[in-house]
């Protein structure tokens, strides 16, 4: 079993934890949303451009936050270099079998508990604090995506490999899985959320889901109290604020042009 760090007991000791999903890799981006209230920033490696480098420079800019990597894929060195930027935590998506796990969580674990190694970079102070960090090393949070039918129908193995800290429900590819409706409405939907979410509680592992800027009913998600919530994507929120304010602007100029329309036509 892993150490537990102070960030793992922030997530095991909270509900609803905000994390915004970030995707574009300028890291202003992540430092503007530092400072409007986020718990934490997830980075999406998995679906963006953004590598290694980029995830470097984005936990600078937001410094104090804490950062976690959702990175491309069982892959031992991207979980290594990852891991050596000193990220707080990752998530591995792609996991379907009890192997797949056991191998996410030998990864990132250096020995005798892991196969990992370390190397002089951000997380080590680049080197100048190798010794200090060995002694925590194993204590980054290591969480794995569930997302597929195969993983579904195998959670209760899954979710019981030693050294795993935690879980992510990716709700669109799971249900697109599954072939059912991804609503809160749902009852098919619901039962499978609140099964993955029981085998979770089970076991003190930490859960995460995704939940969409545009989601004005957020009740069913906060309701069933999960650590932290993927909380949209930066890409989202600026779809979002530009479309309706630029068509609430165009509505009111169409409004404020016809109004002037008929003061003219009535005035001659």
Known sequence: MSEESEFLRKLRGSKSLLAPLISIYDSSVSELISFIGADFLIVDMEHSAIDVLELQRIMMAAKPLDVVARI?????????????????????????TV???????????????GVR?????RASKYGYGFSSYIKSANSQVVMIQIETKKAFEGISDILSVPGLDG??????????????EFSWSNNEFVSAIDRILEESRKRNLVTGIYSP?????????????????MFGTDREAIQLEYGSSMESFRNKAKAFDAEIGLRRQFRY
């Open 117 to 121: 190694g370390v190397g002089p970079g």
């Open 99 to 113: 192997g797949e796990t056991v191998e996410a969580v030998s990864y990132s674990r250096i020995p005798p508990v």
């Open 213 to 229: 800027l545009s989601n004005r009913n957020p009740n069913e998600i906060i309701a069933r109290g999960f650590n932290y919530i």
């Open 167 to 180: 879980c992510f429900i990716g709700p669109v590819d799971l249900t697109t899985a599954l072939g059912i």
């Open 72 to 96: 491309r894929g069982l892959e031992k060195n991207e979980i290594k270099k990852v891991l050596d930027t000193g990220v707080s935590g990752i998530i591995v998506p792609g996991i379907e």
